[in-house]
């Protein structure tokens, strides 16, 4: 059974960091590319960030240069690091594999139960 389990969230300030990590279980890892979304309430879920299956990531213009996302072949584990966090940052965030390397959420196969990251001012 795949799993994709989650964790990291939380409660910050402005400016503040988190790492979120995403560990997965009951797949072959490499073989997937992996992203992360959000989805703020009342809003569309939102692409953020996603790695190839070689480790080429990318990043949404709206957190480039403040989130890096970064896989852990070894470790089966993805991890979302998040820097100068801002209050519109404040979302539900979900990782994501699929074999089509895409921006959009409906092609990823698998989902995680999403970890709650607040952003206060």
């Known amino acids: 059974q795949v799993q994709l389990v989650e964790s990291g969230g939380g409660l910050v300030q402005a400016g503040d960091s988190l790492r979120l990590s995403c560990a997965a279980s009951g797949l072959t890892f490499r073989s997937y590319h992996w992203a992360w979304f959000r989805q703020a309430p009342g809003k569309a879920r939102e692409f953020v960030a996603r790695?190839?299956?070689?480790?080429?990531?990318f990043h949404a213009t709206s957190v480039k240069g403040r989130f890096t996302i970064i896989r852990d072949n070894i470790r089966s584990t993805v991890h979302l690091q998040m820097d100068s966090l801002k209050p519109d940052d404040t979302a539900v965030y979900y990782c994501a594999a699929g074999t089509t390397l895409s921006f959009s959420p409906g092609t990823y196969q698998y989902w995680g139960q999403g970890t709650q990251v607040t952003v206060s001012s």
């Open positions: 790695v190839t299956a070689f480790g080429d990531p």
